[in-house]
């Protein structure tokens, strides 16, 4: 079982940025891309970013293209989700997410490992 703890979440104002943190067994680090998904209430899941394990490569959804940046730090077995820009509709609960399959994740948004969650509310 991969275990992926998500941390960072809090209430901002929009506008305002939060980042989102997401620790991994260095395993899985040195192994797998990783990635971002949402889920507001009575929505379906959104798929936010992924990146692959090397870092050279990040994929956004459509919504989230120039506020949202995905980056991992291979060696602290951390990846981030920096969020500029915040709106209300960005609420969610947030989701750190690993594939082994980058192609999977970042195209496909299908993944084998998800975490616990991390609620980002945004107000008005």
């Known amino acids: 079982q991969v275990q992926l703890a998500e941390s960072g979440g809090g209430m901002v104002q929009a506008g305002e940025s939060l980042e989102l943190s997401c620790s991994a067994d260095?395993?899985?680090?040195?192994?797998?891309?990783m990635g971002w998904f949402r889920q507001a209430p009575g929505k379906e899941p959104e798929f936010v970013a992924a990146?692959?394990?090397?870092?050279?490569?990040?994929y956004y959804g459509e919504s989230m293209k120039g506020r949202f940046t995905i980056s991992r730090d291979n060696a602290k077995n951390t990846v981030y989700l920096r969020m500029d820009s915040l709106k209300p509709e960005d609420t969610a609960i947030y989701y750190c997410v690993a594939d082994l399959n980058s192609l999977r994740l970042g195209m496909l948004h299908v993944y084998d490992d998800r975490g616990q969650g991390t609620q980002v509310t945004v107000s008005t």
């Open positions: 260095e395993r899985i680090m040195n192994t797998h891309a």
């Open positions: 990146i692959t394990w090397s870092g050279d490569e990040t």
